[in-house]
């Protein structure tokens, strides 16, 4: 999108801080709620045989669908489902990209332009746990060649592109640094245990072992298992409920790769597999009509024996 409309969607929103919670498999408790807000109550019989059915397996909805005496779920009936172990996030917004043609490989757009970001940043909980274990310095595990937060502590972001004159946006990826930097951390913790040592050196920081096994042991683990799902769940629900728009496409990993000239360094490719799968996303053969008709989009995508995408209807 151009780099205007991509500001003035930023200018438009709320400038306060907007809390996020996560729990486990919430995803799954918000598209089930926005299937049965759409096409009202349904047989829980019949929400098992459709695409969603799968979602029903999780242990999230066991006590909720032993309630449903009748056979039915409403939408109301997913709001009672709250476990006690939850994550809070700051969500924020900020702008990536260049729309001169030569240089926006450099910033892997699927087509010239902006990408607004979607930076899920951690909460203060954190931050505190953080500086009395590791320091002051927030930046030790940012990396600010990506489109991190300029005033938080960014757990992760999601990049998308749209178009509201075809209602269509793009997740063109989500991506953390966070979780590969701290686990450098833990490396040269271990070392230093093995060794006998009470502190070791981590970009010039003095750190010493115990309060780093204090954070680690903190926050590792339980932002881990969460940070892909709770992303891409923040991005969906930020385009849906925000923006507006309810045709969401996910990059598949070949075609996301030749669109994005991503040749070396690959990301994961779980996230561009499994991950949409997870999210009942489908697959399909043809992406945004904004991106098909990008001149140099067509390009990339005539290097490919075959196009995939994954799409939803939210």
Same mark, same amino acid.
């Given at each position: 999108?151009?780099?205007?409309?991509?500001?003035?969607?930023?200018?438009?929103?709320?400038?306060?801080?907007?809390?996020?919670?996560?729990?486990?498999?919430?995803?799954?408790?918000?598209?089930?709620?926005?299937?049965?807000?759409?096409?009202?109550?349904?047989?829980?019989?019949?929400?098992?045989?459709?695409?969603?059915?799968?979602?029903?397996?999780?242990?999230?909805?066991?006590?909720?669908?032993?309630?449903?005496?009748?056979?039915?779920?409403?939408?109301?009936?997913?709001?009672?489902?709250?476990?006690?172990?939850?994550?809070?996030?700051?969500?924020?917004?900020?702008?990536?990209?260049? +729309?001169?043609?030569?240089?926006?490989? @450099? !910033?892997?757009?699927?087509?010239? #332009?902006?990408? $607004?970001?979607?930076?899920?940043?951690?909460?203060?909980?954190?931050?505190?746990?953080?500086?009395?274990?590791?320091?002051?310095?927030?930046?030790?595990?940012?990396?600010?060649?990506?489109?991190?937060?300029?005033?938080?502590?960014?757990?992760?972001?999601?990049?998308?592109?749209?178009?509201?004159?075809?209602?269509?946006?793009?997740?063109?990826?989500?991506?953390?640094?966070?979780?590969?930097?701290?686990?450098?951390?833990?490396?040269?913790?271990?070392?230093?245990?093995?060794?006998?040592?009470?502190?070791?050196?981590?970009?010039?920081?003095?750190?010493?072992?115990?309060?780093?096994?204090?954070?680690?042991?903190?926050?590792?683990?339980?932002?881990?298992?969460?940070?892909?799902?709770?992303?891409?769940?923040?991005?969906?629900?930020?385009?849906?409920? +925000?923006?507006?728009?309810?045709?969401? @496409? !996910?990059?598949?990993?070949?075609? #996301?790769?030749? $669109?994005?000239?991503?040749?070396?360094?690959?990301?994961?490719?779980?996230?561009?597999?499994?991950?949409?799968?997870?999210?009942?996303?489908?697959?399909?053969?043809?992406?945004?009509?904004?991106?098909?008709?990008?001149?140099?989009?067509?390009?990339?995508?005539?290097?490919?024996?075959?196009?995939?995408?994954?799409?939803?209807?939210?």
């Amino acid at each position: 999108m151009q780099a205007k409309l991509a500001q003035e969607i930023i200018d438009c929103l709320p400038k306060d801080r907007t809390l996020f919670t996560y729990y486990k498999d919430y995803y799954a408790a918000y598209l089930l709620q926005r299937n049965l807000l759409r096409n009202g109550p349904s047989q829980v019989a019949d929400l098992k045989k459709s695409k969603l059915g799968k979602l029903m397996n999780k242990p999230l909805f066991t006590s909720l669908l032993a309630r449903c005496g009748s056979g039915v779920l409403r939408a109301e009936d997913i709001e009672t489902l709250w476990p006690q172990n939850y994550e809070s996030y700051v969500l924020t917004l900020g702008t990536w990209g260049r +729309e001169r043609v030569k240089r926006y490989r @450099y !910033y892997q757009t699927s087509r010239p #332009g902006t990408n $607004l970001v979607l930076q899920m940043n951690f909460c203060n909980r954190h931050d505190q746990i953080y500086r009395h274990c590791i320091g002051n310095d927030l930046d030790l595990f940012k990396f600010f060649a990506h489109p991190i937060s300029d005033t938080r502590s960014t757990l992760a972001w999601a990049r998308i592109d749209l178009d509201f004159n075809t209602g269509e946006a793009l997740i063109e990826e989500i991506q953390n640094d966070w979780l590969r930097e701290v686990e450098y951390l833990a490396d040269e913790m271990k070392l230093a245990i093995k060794e006998k040592e009470k502190a070791f050196c981590y970009y010039g920081l003095d750190i010493y072992v115990d309060r780093a096994m204090t954070y680690l042991q903190s926050e590792i683990n339980r932002h881990k298992a969460l940070w892909s799902e709770a992303m891409l769940s923040a991005a969906i629900k930020f385009l849906v409920e +925000e923006i507006g728009i309810n045709t969401i @496409y !996910y990059h598949s990993f070949e075609t #996301g790769a030749a $669109l994005k000239h991503i040749n070396y360094s690959k990301p994961p490719r779980s996230l561009y597999t499994k991950l949409p799968r997870q999210f009942c996303f489908e697959t399909v053969n043809e992406g945004p009509s904004f991106i098909a008709g990008d001149k140099q989009a067509k390009r990339r995508l005539k290097t490919l024996k075959k196009q995939q995408w994954f799409r939803m209807a939210a």
